[in-house]
Structures are given as structure tokens and as C-alpha cells.
């Protein structure tokens, strides 16, 4: 148990719609980092947050937004979904603000749009 | 650009042989580099790493050898077992602004009885 919960483990829907997944993360790591897993891209890093601020970028979609809370807990929002969307998301968590020092992952969200 | 790539996406070895899973890197400035293990409708979970100025790190029955010159990044299983079957991945933080981890697209391993 990597102390990374995601919820929900999975999720179903359509087309057009928006979804929010969540991730708490490890006790005492000030990151949180989402990535986004598909067969044919592999991991692919979107964004990290540090202590509730913005730190990274990655591949995210202007479709796809993050936040993170004062309690450090983060939420990944999906909108105007496309079938391309359907992937595992997942998200790590990490103690710094620096990506030289492991992340921890959660179990992921696997979402399906049909 | 940077990437990272594996030579091998499958291994399939026997229980009890030593196992090394490669992968190579393209960014010279990577100063850190990681070792994920990931199952089966599970989240990566991390093995071991290493950063730039070391060329060999030990763990329990898995070592990381890390050759800058050629920029090469081994993984090394003593005594693999069945629980070791799963998707390895590589991983390089480039350093600078870079803030990111960028992935290898992973071997799977495979350990038969």
C-alpha cells in the first residue's frame, strides 16, 4: 500500500461530460502529480502541485484542469469528454517540490467514455 | 528531446535466474533515474533509484546500474521469483526546469515456474 487513495477506481460515461477524480495523498507529501496512462502513450505526465500551488505542466489538455486543497488533497476535472479520453489516470505524491526524489502512486482511476 | 525507451518489451526468464531488464535514455543533462514496478490493475510502484554521480545502487535482491557514457540504465533481479512478474518501467528527471518525470514504455516480465 503505496498510503495514495484515489477515488472512484472506476468510471463510466458519455461523451460531452465532465468528471471530477480525486486523490489524497501520501501523509506528509506536500506534491501531488497526475498522469495519465493509455496503451498507446504510455505514462504521460499532466500536472504537479506543490503545496497548493501550480508547479508543473505537462501534456494536459485545456479541457483538463487540477486543483489542490488546503489539505492537500487534489482533484483532476475532465470535460467535454472524448473517447480518447478513456485511460487510466493516476496520481503520486511525493514529500518536495523537485521530481528527483520518488513518487509514490495511488491505484489509479480507470475511466471508460462510451 | 528527451526520451527514454526500453531495448526489450518482453523478458521471460525461469524462477530462481537473475533477470536484467535495460533501458536506455537520451538526455545527457538526467541527473536522477527510477525504477517502477507495476502489476496488474495496480499503480507503479517504485523499486529503486539512482542519481547521476553514482554508477551502481543496491537494494533488496535488485541493484540499478547506471552508465553515463553510453547512457544506459539497467535493472537487476537476483533470484526472480513469481511475484516479480509485471510491467518494469524506467524513468529520468531531466534536471534544470525540467520538473518532470518522463517514462519508459516498459517491459513486461515474466517469471515461470
Known amino acids: 500500500d503505496s498510503g495514495v487513495t484515489q477515488t472512484p477506481k472506476h468510471l463510466i460515461t458519455a461523451t460531452g461530460q465532465r468528471v471530477t477524480l480525486r486523490c489524497s495523498p501520501r501523509?506528509?507529501?506536500?506534491?501531488v502529480y497526475w498522469y495519465q496512462q493509455s496503451l498507446d502513450q504510455g505514462l504521460q505526465f499532466l500536472i504537479q502541485y506543490y503545496n497548493g500551488e501550480e508547479r508543473a505542466k505537462g501534456n494536459i489538455l485545456e479541457r483538463f484542469s487540477a486543483q489542490q486543497f488546503p489539505d492537500l488533497h487534489s482533484e483532476l476535472n475532465l470535460s467535454s469528454l472524448e473517447l480518447g479520453d478513456s485511460a487510466l489516470y493516476f496520481c503520486a505524491s511525493s514529500v518536495g517540490r523537485d521530481s528527483n526524489q520518488p513518487q509514490h502512486f495511488g491505484d489509479g482511476t480507470r475511466l471508460s467514455i462510451l | 528531446g528527451e526520451s527514454v525507451g526500453l531495448h526489450l518489451p518482453t523478458l521471460s526468464v525461469q524462477e530462481g535466474d537473475n533477470s536484467i531488464i535495460n533501458c536506455a535514455y537520451s538526455?545527457?543533462?538526467?541527473?536522477?533515474f527510477i525504477w517502477y514496478k507495476q502489476e496488474s490493475g495496480k499503480g507503479p510502484q517504485f523499486i529503486i533509484d539512482i542519481r547521476s554521480n553514482m554508477d551502481k545502487r543496491q537494494g533488496q535482491r535488485v541493484t540499478v546500474l547506471l552508465n553515463k557514457t553510453v547512457k544506459h540504465l539497467s535493472l537487476q533481479i537476483a533470484a526472480t521469483q513469481p511475484g516479480d512478474s509485471a510491467v518494469y518501467f524506467c524513468?529520468?528527471?531531466?534536471?534544470?526546469?525540467?520538473?518532470?518525470?518522463?517514462f519508459g514504455k516498459g517491459t513486461l516480465l515474466t517469471v515461470n515456474p
Open positions: 524513468a529520468e528527471n531531466s534536471g534544470g526546469s525540467n520538473y518532470k518525470l518522463t
Open positions: 501523509s506528509g507529501d506536500l506534491s
Open positions: 538526455n545527457s543533462a538526467s541527473d536522477y
